[in-house]
């Protein structure tokens, strides 16, 4: 894939031509002595030109697109194994964009692309057209911080896997990594949740000790059914237990009344036992005593009321008499009763304690099914642990296989590897002759999601301008090797440059130049006029024409509005 145009609806706009070669897009003070703060190379539109090439290539929506330059409308031409292609999309209505005049979903014409350049047709999560296509055209300022990182807050496992694309090694041995510890992860949690969540707990009815709660129900379970087993089922067992209660009931009241019957016999005979003395003589004795005489007459009258005294008393002791007859008689006939009701009680009873009645039986039918639920949970609950920790060991187990697998793929890979290696290793040496530079790849068996540990070094790149070679020459070695695309260009913003000095630029631009032009491809470039002076005085005329004047393909200045990349003034915030 190379660029070939870039227009817009817009006559204001600075069409871009682009070129086989080494392409410069330079921004360009118009009066270098006016030291007005407004005066800059800052807003010409460099960076936006990256906005607009990533937005042609069905980027997400910039916002500050639809709300700063409304209705404006890009097209990039571009070219595919030869085969010539037109993007086209409008500002307003960022969810569509048209390829060769067909109408498409960002989707759509992102799935084509991943086809056409990367030769990708199954689904790859996290290996998508947006992923790889910016490796090619870093955009955001976090994209030149390291040689690895290419999209703002992009995550390591997504970083590795794609470039490890882009560099030939086997993605398999990345996403399976990345399948098997979220595997595990997600296991081993689930394990947790089920041990300690107490919903779980509870819907499993389980407690501390869930061996010994088994154990306890199986013996419980056993119990119930041997109780179940010998249990009589008694169809009038209401009526008996009714006719039992009403039985004591009447028994309670029999023998009430035998108490009452014994108290009244007692009674009678107490009374019967008491007789008063009332002779007349011991009554004149008295008198006689006191020396008095007792007339004739009232002696008579002693004898007449003692007489009748003694015939009440004679007729008292004969009814009490009748009447202890009677009690005994209701005493022995309250007795048989008791003994007969006694006797029907007791077979009641020991009828209903061989008996059950039907609620009975099914309430301890219901306590067994309840009990072996029960034990099915508990049951279900202990094989789904057993489950999981057969599952973490086999994934752990898979894991262990493919670390070993890896290092096997590693070892073939040798001369894979070495091309790797040499390609960085000769870009590098161009800058830093006496500082070994290279690209490592290391099996990371660590308990983690990345597969490949990719190690661009160069020795002390800890100095200023050392990162931004290093992420020149690893861009530059994935374009040079060709691996899993179609990329023919190379894109950088001129901050690349920024932190280099003046002989590290030139050294990046001429082996750009020379690199892109004996592989027939593009290396893309946004510079500023200040960092072509710094290194200007190191390059001969010839060198200065062929890098520097027949590469450049638009000036943007600050001299006005017209002359900017949009024709218009516009301030974006694209961290919005």
Same mark, same amino acid.
């Given at each position: 894939m190379r660029l070939i145009r870039l227009s817009s609806n817009m006559n204001s706009f600075h069409t871009i031509e682009f070129k086989d070669g080494l392409n410069l897009i330079i921004g360009k003070q118009a009066n270098p002595d006016d030291k007005s703060l407004d005066k800059t190379y800052n807003g010409v539109g460099k960076s936006l030109l990256i906005y607009i090439l990533h937005f042609c290539l069905g980027s997400n929506k910039i916002a500050p697109f639809e709300e700063k330059i409304p209705g404006w409308e890009f097209t990039l031409e571009f070219s595919i194994d030869g085969e010539l292609y037109t993007s086209v999309r409008n500002t307003t209505n960022q969810s569509k964009i048209f390829l060769n005049g067909e109408k498409l979903t960002l989707a759509k014409f992102r799935s084509i692309m991943l086809e056409k350049v990367f030769g990708v047709t199954e689904k790859i999560n996290n290996l998508t057209f947006n992923t790889l296509f910016p490796r090619f055209i870093r955009r955001d300022r976090e994209s030149y911080v390291t040689y690895d990182a290419f999209i703002k807050n992009e995550q390591e496992y997504s970083k590795v896997l794609n470039n490890s694309f882009l560099l030939g090694l086997e993605t398999e041995f990345v996403t399976e990594k990345q399948r098997l510890r979220t595997l595990f992860r997600q296991t081993k949690e689930l394990k947790t949740? *089920? #041990?300690e969540d107490p919903i779980i707990r509870e819907h499993f009815n389980n407690n501390e000790d869930t061996e010994i709660e088994i154990l306890d129900l199986e013996d419980n379970i056993e119990r119930l059914k041997n109780e179940l087993t010998?249990?009589?089922?008694?169809?009038?067992?209401k009526d008996i237990e009714k006719e039992a209660d009403e039985k004591h009931y009447q028994l309670k009241e029999l023998e009430n009344k035998r108490t009452l019957i014994n108290n009244s016999i007692k009674h009678i005979n107490k009374s019967l036992e008491i007789k008063p003395d009332l002779s007349e003589k011991k009554v004149i004795n008295l008198y006689n005593q006191a020396q008095i005489e007792v007339p004739e007459m009232v002696?008579?009258?002693?004898?007449?009321?003692?007489n009748f005294q003694k015939n009440l008393l004679k007729n008292r002791n004969k009814r009490l008499a009748s009447e202890k007859i009677k009690n005994h008689?209701?005493?022995?006939?309250?007795?048989?009763? *008791? #003994?007969?009701?006694?006797?029907?009680?007791?077979?009641?009873?020991?009828?209903?304690?061989?008996h059950g009645a039907l609620e009975d039986y099914n309430a301890l039918n219901k306590k067994l099914n309840d009990m072996q639920t029960k034990l099915e949970r508990l049951n279900e609950y202990q094989e789904i642990l057993r489950t999981y920790k057969k599952k973490l060991k086999d994934v752990q187990s898979d894991f262990n296989t493919q670390n070993n697998e890896t290092d096997n793929y590693i070892e073939n890979?040798?001369?894979?590897?070495?091309?790797i290696m040499t390609t960085f290793r000769d870009l590098s040496k161009t800058f830093y002759e006496k500082k070994p530079g290279g690209i490592k790849v290391i099996n990371n068996d660590g308990d983690n999601t990345i597969r490949f540990d990719i190690i661009a070094k160069i020795q002390d790149d800890s100095s200023d301008g050392?990162?931004?070679?290093?992420?020149f020459c690893f861009d530059m070695t994935i374009l040079l090797l060709k691996q899993n695309h179609k990329f023919e260009f190379l894109f950088h913003d001129s901050r690349l440059f920024g932190n280099m000095d003046p002989r590290q630029r030139y050294s990046l631009l001429k082996l750009a130049y020379e690199k892109v032009n004996s592989e027939g491809l593009q290396y893309i470039a946004t510079i500023n006029e200040d960092i072509i002076l710094s290194f200007k005085d190191l390059m001969t005329e010839e060198e200065y024409k062929n890098i520097i004047e027949d590469s450049t393909r638009l000036v943007l200045t600050d001299e006005s509005d017209k002359s900017k990349l949009l024709g218009i003034q516009v301030d974006m915030d694209y961290n919005k």
């Open positions: 949740n *089920i #041990e010998e249990f009589k089922i008694a169809a009038n067992y002696v008579k009258k002693m004898e007449e009321a003692i008689d209701k005493l022995k006939e309250t007795e048989e009763l *008791i #003994e007969v009701v006694g006797k029907e009680l007791d077979k009641a009873l020991r009828y209903l304690n061989t890979i040798q001369d894979l590897l070495e091309d050392v990162n931004e070679v290093k992420i």
